[in-house]
């Protein structure tokens, strides 16, 4: 699936990844190939993905996620350093 992470001032990654983990508003959950069209709030946490490099994780203070027609864009709030 390919997945894009932005924020407000940049594209953090674009890429095709195998699974990915997003901080949910009500609980950790996982994303992987052809999964269910869904809309999710996140709260502060850390998001991981695994792709063709390995896996990588980033620490996001909120956003949403979209996935639809394997396709998942998350628009972070920001970047926690």
């Keep these: 699936m390919h997945l894009e992470i ?4 940049k594209k ?7 699974i ?3 901080p949910g508003a009500d609980g950790s959950f996982q ?3 052809h999964h269910a ?3 999710s709030l996140l709260k502060e946490g850390i998001v991981e993905y695994k792709g063709k490099d390995g896996a990588r994780q980033i620490t996001v203070t909120g956003g ?3 996935v639809l027609k394997n396709k998942v864009i998350l628009l972070a709030d920001g ?3």
């Excluded at 932005?6 to 001032?9: D, G, H, K, R, V």
């Excluded at 953090?12 to 195998?18: L, Q, R, S």
Aim: glycine share 4%.
């Design 37 to 39: 069209p869904l809309i």
């Design 20 to 22: 990915a983990t997003f």
């Design 12 to 18: 953090v990654f674009e890429g095709d990844v195998t």
């Design 31 to 33: 994303v992987m190939d």
């Design 6 to 9: 932005l924020t407000p001032e």
């Design 64 to 66: 949403v996620v979209e």
């Design 79 to 81: 970047i926690a350093a």
